[in-house]
């Protein structure tokens, strides 16, 4: 089983800066693909970044050159830097891996979610 804990969600001021942390443990082989989503009241859970083990981000439109995702491999953490945060980015935060387990198969798995609020 693979558990992932997150931490740092808050409540900050249009402006502010945050940082979120997914740290993951458990029994598997690798971590293959890390990301963060998000879900506001009334919508859809949305992609907000993502980073591969290759290194390769992709963030959404709407918070490109604000955020930033990153990992440190020895913690097997991936963190969420936002940054000139927005009223409009206030959601619940959820951290997404996928891992490749001790039978090698691919399995997502997704965080408890850590709620963000930003204050106008």
């Known amino acids: 089983q693979v558990q992932l804990v997150e931490s740092g969600g808050g409540l900050v001021q249009a402006g502010g800066s945050l940082r979120l942390s997914c740290a993951v443990s458990g029994s598997f082989f690798s971590i293959t693909a890390m990301g963060w989503y998000r879900q506001a009241p009334g919508n859809e859970r949305e992609l907000v970044a993502s980073l591969t083990s290759a290194g390769s981000t992709n963030y959404a439109d709407s918070v490109k050159g604000r955020f930033a995702i990153s990992r440190d491999n020895a913690k097997n953490t991936v963190y969420l830097q936002m940054n000139s945060l927005k009223p409009e980015d206030t959601a619940v935060y959820y951290c997404?891996?996928?891992?490749?387990?001790?039978?090698?198969?691919?399995?997502?798995?997704w965080g408890q979610g850590t709620q963000v609020t930003v204050s106008s």
């Open positions: 997404n891996v996928e891992v490749v387990n001790r039978v090698l198969s691919r399995v997502r798995y």
